[in-house]
């Protein structure tokens, strides 16, 4: 058993679900977890893996995604501090749906998949906690396949540029990792993305310095996002 530290402790306070557990069921389950560090691009998980527990991070972020066989990959999600990774896997038996790569440092409580499932055959509440929090990714995927499906790379360049603006609160974005990563999250590839970007750049819209993203004219980018 896991000595109940204070990361495991406001790990276990993140998730929603278990917000119902007595203090005396929160340090039972906190005994059996650990605590992992990963280093930046680190492997937490693998798309296809046997999946023995949830992941919780602690700190950091983690990249959530999915490779074709050529080695093409589109970012499901990213999730940073506080967010649960892997429940699906616990209730359909199979492995992690996607991969799971550390996109800074970061650290990761692990919490055993037959300790929750225990949790959720005694306490119903968590049951639904788990079913309205995969509901609400399940919107998030219906939103990316519909992003993928209707709009071009330059409207979706677009809606991200402005995406990570707002979470900055100001006018510049600086694109996190290279190129490569943006198409990742674009579903597209590198040239598409230089190839958008200089079109935003010759629009007037945006201005571009390495990995620097100066917007010029929000209401253009906003707009342009949208068809």
Known sequence: MTKVTSDVATGLAAIPYLASLS???????????????????ALVFSEGQAATGVWVVLAGRVRLVRSSPRGREQVLHTESVGAALAEVPLFDGAGYVATAVAEDDARLLFVPG????????????????VIAVLARRLRGFAALIEDLAL???TARLSGFIATEARRAGRDVVDLPGTRDDVAARLGTVRELVSRSLAQLRSDGIISVQGRRIRIIDERRLRARAVT
Do not use: M
């Not at 300790?115 to 639904?128: G, V």
């Open 114 to 129: 037959p300790e929750l499932l225990a949790l959720c055959r005694r306490r119903p509440e968590i049951s639904f906690g």
């Open 151 to 153: 709009r071009d790379v």
């Open 23 to 41: 203090a005396r069921e929160r340090s039972d389950l906190a005994r059996r977890c650990r605590v992992r560090a990963f280093g930046k691009g």
